[in-house]
């Protein structure tokens, strides 16, 4: 049977960076061309980086990616890859409007494009804002084997690209996705590939971006699966890697370019007449005609064990972080080290994404701040090994107090913004990044303070509810004690009941429901769009519901002002979940 050694370049590229981006394409296809690879294949607009937002509708961006892509095909001849096939994401545009590309790159030469056919408009996706769909649908006999190429959404709707390359017939099919990450996402997305390379008939290499670009994380999970069921090989998740894997194939000598559906006989039903296809205009390229002289196979990689459900969240966070921090220039961070949970599970996830020198704490203590508190934050500190310094507050906050005659829940408020002022002043003098340690329930009913705990540059928990928090921190410090390493997290600030510690004796069930039960109702409203009815249906108290929904409505003006987070669920405040400020709609409770 005919071979093929194909390349999987899981790649972190950075949104606008065409010229680095271009250079990493360059040198992973060395790489990949030095291990012997025939095809090389890299993520979803990895030139331009992605997602690129109002970018796109930049003819100048459009433009300089359409000249460093043929720069490009150059360099890589002359790095030795000319007789590679190179398959690059990029932004294109021609009279139809702008694109979001892949082209094939051999020899020194643009050789085609595929323009992505199906254009998400839903949760964080905006393409059919930006983007004109494609209709082309090249396919390469490279080493005598009929290659296809698709990207991201285009598997993930049915009929389309896939399907006509079933129906014309390929050997193989390169799917160049940059598929965000989402909790329990994995296990969807590998069926998902293994269903399309079934529908097309053939064997489907899947390559995904790693990284992240502002809210968004990419995890990878680049994979190759037969159309017979089974996954061959698989990448880590949240790292760079590159997959190379030697296939056996099928040369089926396809020449069809027909995509026109089935013919039915009169009066058969619409449900079983065959979905009808776009009209694709299929371009059969030939590059190299014969197979290649038989050669034999590295030693292949096989499946990447999966990660736990709390493994992957941290790994998601950190990457979010790390990559939000590196490429915007921060090489630190600071912010309040309160001695709750909240604020420890970001100080750990700081530590593994910067390491513990990047990280600078500041407790805050104010006069309502407990003994216990102020000494989980030193503890916290210490065994992380990071900066930490104190700074009391309760000077300046007598004197806003004192002067302007505060009391009840003003006083309480100006704490927090004297907390935030501060830390804002040290970010200031010394260059860190402040960082705002929310988390998604108390983002959801508003209990924050505008200026105050929501001041900062990034909320790396900002998506994370309550509950999750909690197991997050239990994960870290197992994994620390597998590892024979000091958790990283007090065990008080674990077990503590949580108080924002703005009044004596103060919890956060004085102003919230629990947690647990919190979340229960948060994760039907937010996460699922459900109303009213829906949640009384599921047995949850109305006064309950009404309290929970009150709260949430009235709080869209914080979230709307509140720093950009990494997004690890199917609804995340700000690119998921929009909803206007001023608002009267409120679910109506039954009578």
């Known amino acids: 049977?005919?071979?093929?050694?194909?390349?999987?370049?899981?790649?972190?590229?950075?949104?606008?960076?065409?010229?680095?981006?271009?250079s990493l394409v360059l040198e992973r296809s060395e790489k990949a061309v030095a291990r012997g690879a025939h095809v090389v294949a890299f993520p979803e607009m990895v030139l331009s980086g992605y997602p690129v937002e109002d970018l796109a509708l930049r003819k100048?961006?459009?433009?300089?990616?359409?000249?460093?892509?043929?720069?490009?095909?150059?360099?890589?001849?002359?790095a030795g890859c000319g007789e590679a096939l190179v398959i690059v994401g990029h932004l294109d545009r021609d009279d139809e409007g702008v694109r979001n590309a892949a082209s094939l790159l051999h020899g020194g030469e643009v050789v085609d494009t595929y323009f992505k056919h199906h254009l998400p408009n839903y949760g964080v996706f905006d393409e059919a804002r930006y983007f004109a769909p494609g209709y082309d649908l090249p396919i390469v006999r490279f080493h005598g084997l009929d290659i296809g190429v698709v990207i991201c959404e285009d598997i993930w709707q049915n009929g389309g690209p896939i399907a006509a390359l079933g129906k014309v017939g390929v050997d193989a099919v390169v799917c160049v996705n940059g598929s965000p990450y989402q909790r329990a996402k994995d296990h969807e997305r590998?069926?998902?590939?293994?269903?399309?390379?079934?529908?097309?008939?053939?064997?489907?290499?899947?390559?995904?971006?790693?990284?992240?670009?502002?809210?968004?994380?990419?995890?990878?999970?680049?994979?190759?699966?037969?159309?017979?069921?089974?996954?061959?090989?698989?990448?880590?998740?949240?790292?760079e890697h590159l997959l190379v894997r030697d296939l056996e194939l099928s040369a089926g000598g396809h020449t069809s370019t027909d995509v026109s559906p089935e013919p039915v006989e009169q009066g058969t039903p619409l449900h079983f007449r065959p979905r009808a296809l776009p009209a694709f205009h299929v371009d059969r390229i030939t590059l190299s005609?014969?197979?290649?002289?038989?050669?034999?196979?590295?030693?292949?990689?096989?499946?990447?064990?999966?990660?736990?459900?709390?493994?992957?969240?941290?790994?998601?966070?950190?990457?979010?972080?790390?990559?939000?921090?590196?490429?915007?220039?921060?090489?630190?961070?600071?912010?309040?080290?309160?001695?709750?949970?909240?604020?420890?599970?970001?100080?750990?996830?700081?530590?593994?994404?910067?390491?513990?020198?990047?990280?600078?704490?500041?407790?805050?203590?104010?006069?309502?701040?407990?003994?216990?508190?102020?000494?989980?934050?030193?503890?916290?500190?210490?065994?992380?090994?990071?900066?930490?310094?104190?700074?009391?507050?309760?000077?300046?906050?007598?004197?806003?107090?004192?002067?302007?005659?505060?009391?009840g829940l003003a006083e309480e408020n100006v704490q927090a913004r004297c907390r935030g002022i501060t830390l804002m002043a040290l970010s200031n003098q010394h260059g860190h990044l402040v960082l705002a340690p929310g988390n998604k329930t108390e983002?959801?009913?508003?209990?924050?303070?505008?200026?105050?705990?929501?001041?900062?540059?990034?909320?790396?928990?900002?998506?994370?509810?309550?509950?999750?928090?909690?197991?997050?921190?239990?994960?870290?410090?197992?994994?620390?004690?597998?590892?024979?390493?000091?958790?990283?997290?007090?065990?008080?600030?674990?077990?503590?009941?949580?108080?924002?510690?703005?009044?004596?004796?103060?919890?956060?069930?004085?102003?919230?429901?629990?947690?647990?039960?919190?979340?229960?109702?948060?994760?039907?409203?937010?996460?699922?769009?459900?109303?009213?009815?829906?949640?009384?249906?599921?047995?949850?108290?109305?006064?309950?519901?009404?309290?929970?929904?009150?709260?949430?409505?009235?709080?869209?003006?914080?979230?709307?002002?509140?720093?950009?987070?990494?997004?690890?669920?199917?609804?995340?405040?700000?690119?998921d979940r929009r909803l206007p400020v001023t608002n009267r709609w409120r679910e109506a409770r039954p009578e």
């Open 289 to 407: 005609p014969d197979p290649l002289p038989a050669y034999e196979p590295e030693e292949n990689e096989g499946l990447t064990e999966p990660l736990a459900e709390e493994a992957e969240v941290w790994w998601a966070l950190v990457t979010g972080l790390r990559d939000y921090l590196r490429k915007n220039g921060f090489k630190s961070v600071a912010f309040g080290f309160s001695g709750g949970i909240d604020s420890s599970v970001c100080a750990a996830l700081s530590a593994d994404a910067l390491g513990a020198d990047g990280l600078y704490g500041v407790s805050l203590p104010s006069h309502y701040s407990t003994e216990h508190s102020r000494s989980d934050a030193a503890e916290l500190a210490e065994r992380i090994g990071c900066h930490f310094e104190v700074r009391p507050i309760e000077d300046m906050v007598r004197v806003f107090v004192d002067q302007l005659g505060l009391s």
């Open 1 to 22: 049977m005919p071979q093929l050694r194909v390349a999987l370049a899981q790649v972190n590229p950075c949104v606008g960076d065409i010229a680095g981006n271009s």
């Open 443 to 575: 983002l959801a009913v508003g209990y924050s303070t505008i200026y105050g705990d929501a001041v900062g540059g990034f909320a790396p928990i900002k998506d994370v509810p309550k509950t999750l928090v909690w197991r997050l921190a239990r994960w870290r410090n197992a994994e620390a004690e597998k590892r024979g390493e000091t958790p990283p997290i007090p065990e008080s600030s674990i077990t503590k009941e949580p108080s924002a510690e703005l009044r004596p004796g103060q919890v956060d069930t004085d102003s919230l429901p629990p947690y647990e039960l919190l979340d229960e109702v948060l994760d039907g409203y937010v996460e699922g769009d459900k109303g009213y009815d829906d949640l009384l249906r599921e047995g949850f108290d109305a006064e309950l519901v009404e309290r929970v929904l009150r709260m949430v409505d009235r709080a869209e003006h914080k979230r709307r002002q509140y720093p950009p987070g990494t997004k690890i669920t199917l609804k995340a405040f700000g690119r």
């Open 190 to 239: 590998t069926q998902l590939v293994v269903r399309r390379a079934a529908e097309a008939g053939a064997p489907m290499a899947y390559v995904n971006m790693v990284g992240a670009q502002d809210e968004l994380v990419f995890d990878g999970d680049s994979m190759i699966a037969t159309n017979h069921g089974e996954l061959l090989s698989r990448a880590p998740r949240f790292a």
């Open 60 to 78: 100048s961006f459009a433009a300089a990616n359409r000249a460093e892509l043929e720069s490009l095909a150059v360099r890589l001849r002359d």
